[in-house]
């Protein structure tokens, strides 16, 4: 019996001072100009992040864009011939949308791959990713004898003495990676991959830690060694 009195002085309360509150609201209106005041400054990261995220990659869009541009470097079906010019074909799409994404943000530096991702918006990353992973990598092999037997010491034991991980461990026996974790590394130019490899060693490419620390490991006579062998691997 005591909770009737108590429930009806509170809806009292409630009709008293909430309802009205409620009520003035829309009269109020400094509430929506303080709203539409902050969405201008996160609009352009709203835009580009969120609502794209939920739209399915279109093919064919990103195969006609990255024919459009990106082949004269990179090669029929991301099948670059050119040692310095990375394979894309077949690699991971979440990889290459990082990829594109840091090299837009600066915070992987390349001249011209920087110039490259400028123009392109979020959705166009996601389709010419979504591309170039349903396409074939052409194999590639190595080519230095005396040194491919190191290269594959390293890829696939590492060096234990000084706390050199395995690349097999992240980058899978095959080369294959892990989607959306550790990129393919399978039939990729030896010079590029040697490139990266001192890149990340010297700080010159700065987006993974991770590899950074692993490359700080390697001398010029191992990146070359597994470099080579990575070419080779399938
Ligand atoms: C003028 C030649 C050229 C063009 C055109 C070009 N690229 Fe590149 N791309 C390169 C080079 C060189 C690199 C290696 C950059 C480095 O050393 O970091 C690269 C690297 C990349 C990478 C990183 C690959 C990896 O394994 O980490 C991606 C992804 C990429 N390009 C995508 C594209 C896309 C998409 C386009 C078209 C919009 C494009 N590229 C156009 C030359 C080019
Ligand atoms: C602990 C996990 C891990 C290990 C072990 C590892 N990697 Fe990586 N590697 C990564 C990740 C993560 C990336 C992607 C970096 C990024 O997002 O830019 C990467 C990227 C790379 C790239 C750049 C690929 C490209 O297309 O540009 C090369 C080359 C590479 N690794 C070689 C190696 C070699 C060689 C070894 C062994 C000495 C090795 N990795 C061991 C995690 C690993």
């Given at each position: ?39 201008p400054a996160a609009a352009p990261k709203a835009e580009g ?186």
């Amino acid at each position: 019996m005591t909770k009737t009195p108590a429930s009806l002085l509170l809806a009292a309360v409630l009709a008293a001072f909430v309802l009205p509150t409620w009520a003035q609201q829309p009269a109020a209106s400094a509430a929506a100009p303080a709203a539409s005041a902050a969405a201008p400054a996160a609009a352009p990261k709203a835009e580009g992040a969120a609502p794209v995220a939920l739209v399915k990659p279109d093919l064919a869009a990103g195969e006609a864009k990255f024919g459009a541009v990106c082949v004269a470097c990179h090669g029929q079906g991301g099948n670059s011939g050119i040692p310095a010019n990375p394979k894309l074909a077949q690699q991971h799409a979440d990889y290459i949308v990082k990829q594109l994404q840091e090299f837009k943000a600066g915070k992987r530096q390349n001249a011209i791959m920087q110039g490259m991702a400028a123009p392109l918006s979020e959705q166009d990353m996601r389709n010419i990713a979504a591309y170039l992973a349903t396409q074939k990598e052409k194999p590639g092999f190595a080519k230095d004898k005396d040194l491919v037997l190191l290269g594959e010491k390293i890829y696939r034991g590492g060096n234990q003495a000084r706390q050199l991980p395995a690349c097999a461990g992240c980058h899978s026996p095959d080369g294959a990676g892990i989607p959306s974790q550790y990129p393919r590394l399978s039939g990729q130019h030896a010079d590029y991959t040697a490139a990266q490899l001192t890149a990340f060693r010297s700080g010159a490419r700065t987006n993974s830690p991770q590899m950074a620390a692993i490359a700080a490991k390697l001398n010029d006579r191992e990146i070359r060694a597994v470099a080579d062998y990575i070419a080779g691997l399938r």
